[in-house]
């Protein structure tokens, strides 16, 4: 798109935005994305983030809008920390995630003298910043919320909260409906959070969460009206705060291969890109599946071994990427079934990372496999592919429940119980479980037919939110001019 297209007239108004993510990779590529949106838009933008963090996303910065980047040194050895992991990822030892947090309370001093001295109109900051409300109240200017979640997860925890539905069965299986949601939707309390069925740490954090966003300006997300539109006015209405949804945000601002390859991730491989690329250019339109299941997911050895032998078996070609647990057994079975796959030339796994935005544009992509992290759903649906579906943690299973219940564009795998993000749990898929959801999606069926035609239909509504007079590019410009007329307003006092 041509950058004149979004040229704010008034110079004299141009506004000023700091956004602040948070240091998690599945949190930083779509707020880097947005605020890459708002500087299209002729926003005067800075990111403040750390060193490692801002390694993820300099380069894609650099090579297009004017971002200024203000990067802080975590105090990783402060906190007693190995200097670099400043990061939540798969990685990450859980005994490290309080110190990560202590880090990110030592900044705060730091990141509100930011604040100050760059004298912005307002704050974007991720939902795990809740004390940005106080202090954008006391410098007089907005706070807006940012959830790297779907719209209708949200709305599904207000229910819960308000409601407490999931406290009235008699035990963890037994299925109950959420009350008051546009759709009638049913859960049992194993797939919800932890911190919803017992109060914990986490469920405090997230009281706090929740107060800020009452006292936010606004909450932004990564949706379309399209996707979730009944959603965002139920959240309007029943949160009493107001949101746009200005996505998807990957499909308005990564345009070009590099985009797409380094978005994420600052370190390439020799050759990574040309072996999975070579291979899937081989493929017919349409046949392969796509596995994956996020940046913070790591599987037990025994859930492996059921993924491998039901990808084998089910007889269609696949790309999964996979990661290592440093487990000899485990390492062996895996290094066996990728000799194996790569000699029959119907699988290809990548190990660690894959540069997913290309890989699922590819032609010969025909269906996924995914944990529905909510960055993956909205990536899936620039492209139109319908999809197992996987929940593990966060908020996955309320995204299951609109990518199979709501939007009727995947099959679920049958996964029945949540569990922490840097835990394994105690729940192992079959892989006749497995096999049978592939089918479904992959076969050519009316079911799995129905399924991808609409997927595709929410593509086509996804490219057309983002250009002019689209749901998504005309709540960017009625975001504008509400900042606009709040910085007018303080001018004028």
Not at 18 to 37: E, G, N, Q
Not at 353 to 365: D, F, K, S
Not at 429 to 443: F, L
Not at 447 to 471: D, F, H, P, T, V
Request: charge should be negative; include cysteine.
């Amino acid at each position: 798109m041509d950058r004149s297209e979004y040229q704010i007239e008034d110079d004299n108004l141009k506004l000023k935005v700091i956004f602040l993510p948070f240091l998690s990779i599945s949190h930083i590529i779509p707020i880097v994305d947005m605020a890459r949106i708002f500087a299209m838009h002729d926003v005067d933008v800075t990111i403040i983030t750390t060193t490692s963090n801002a390694a993820l996303f300099q380069s894609s910065i650099s090579r297009g809008q004017n971002i200024r980047t203000h990067v802080m040194k975590f105090p990783a050895e402060q906190v007693g920390l190995p200097v670099g992991v400043e990061t939540f990822s798969a990685d990450t030892p859980p005994d490290m995630s309080p110190k990560i947090y202590a880090g990110l309370e030592i900044l705060r001093p730091e990141i509100e003298n930011l604040f100050k001295e760059l004298q912005a109109d307002c704050i974007v900051s991720d939902m795990f910043h809740p004390w940005t409300v106080d202090t954008a109240e006391k410098l007089g200017i907005p706070r807006i919320i940012f959830y790297a979640a779907s719209v209708l997860s949200r709305c599904a925890v207000h229910s819960l909260e308000q409601h407490e539905v999931h406290t009235k069965v008699e035990c963890d299986s037994e299925k109950f409906t959420l009350v008051g949601l546009p759709h009638e939707l049913e859960m049992t309390r194993l797939q919800l959070p932890d911190w919803m069925r017992k109060p914990n740490m986490y469920a405090m954090l997230m009281k706090v969460v929740n107060d800020s966003a009452r006292k936010s300006f606004g909450a932004v997300f990564n949706s379309f009206h399209e996707l979730e539109g009944d959603y965002e006015e139920h959240y309007k209405r029943v949160c009493g705060t107001k949101c746009w949804s200005l996505g998807p945000v990957s499909m308005w601002v990564n345009h070009d291969d590099l985009d797409k390859v380094e978005r994420g991730h600052h370190v390439k491989t020799q050759g990574e890109e040309e072996g999975w690329l070579e291979w899937l250019n081989k493929k017919k339109e349409g046949s392969v599946l796509y596995v994956s299941f996020g940046s913070l997911n790591r599987f037990p050895s025994d859930q492996l071994v059921e993924i491998a032998h039901a990808l084998e078996s089910s007889g269609y070609d696949f790309i999964w990427v996979v990661r290592k647990n440093n487990d000899e057994g485990e390492n062996s079975f895996m290094e066996e079934f990728e000799e194996r796959v790569k000699g029959s030339k119907k699988g290809y796994l990548i190990w660690g990372w894959a540069p997913q935005l290309l890989i699922l544009e590819n032609r010969a992509i025909g269906g996924m496999v995914s944990h529905c992290g909510w960055n993956t759903v909205v990536e899936s649906m620039n492209v139109g592919l319908p999809m197992v579906t996987w929940p593990l943690f966060a908020e996955h299973f309320f995204n299951e429940k609109l990518v199979v219940d709501v939007l009727k564009i995947g099959v679920p795998v049958g996964t029945k119980e949540w569990r922490n993000w840097n835990e394994f749990g105690s729940e192992v898929v079959t892989r006749e479980e497995i096999e049978k959801a592939i089918g479904v999606v992959m076969d050519g069926g009316e079911e799995g037919e129905g399924m991808r035609q609409r997927a595709k239909a929410l593509s086509n509504a996804a490219k057309k939110a983002i250009k002019l007079g689209g749901s998504s590019h005309n709540n960017m410009m009625e975001l504008i001019r509400e900042l606009k007329e709040l910085k007018l307003r303080r001018k004028a006092q």
